[in-house]
């Protein structure tokens, strides 16, 4: 069994996969590629990784709604994040995961963490979101 993070759920699901951590917010309006799932800002540290079907990791969004809109994109495209991790609520992620439920029928789990707790997440390492609970494992251990 890997370490347990107790979140503060925004939007309830569930969801599975190896984490993508950024300390830095990426904005959806040109730094991500909905039909690929591709974060293309060439100026963040995660340029050129796949976030489609990764839990993804990210402080806050950076930017506007369109966020929401790109995201939604992705959702329909199948190339959304499994789920999205925060350091706080964010307005923009919850309204992609609310409109994607009505629209889709396609919610992704949100959480926030408390900055401490966000800061034990490491890219690559499988995680599993139950509730309010996200439990890591590191390396290629499956959880």
Do not use: C, K, N
Request: proline share 6%; no cysteine.
């Amino acid at each position: 069994m890997g370490r347990v993070i107790r979140a503060q759920v925004v939007i309830p699901g569930q969801a599975r996969g190896r984490l993508l951590v950024s300390r830095e917010p990426l904005s959806f309006w040109g730094g991500y590629d909905y039909r690929t799932g591709t974060i293309i800002d060439q100026r963040h540290p995660l340029a050129g990784q796949v976030a489609a079907g990764r839990i993804l990791a990210l402080p806050h969004t950076r930017g506007s709604s369109t966020t929401t809109a790109v995201l939604l994109e992705a959702v329909a495209a199948g190339t959304a994040p499994a789920a999205i991790l925060t350091t706080g609520v964010d307005s923009f992620f919850a309204l992609a995961a609310i409109v994607a439920d009505e629209l889709y029928q396609a919610a992704f789990p949100l959480l926030s963490l408390t900055p401490e707790d966000f800061a034990l997440l490491i890219t690559d390492d499988p995680a599993r979101i139950e509730g309010d609970l996200i439990t890591l494992s590191s390396g290629e251990a499956d959880v």
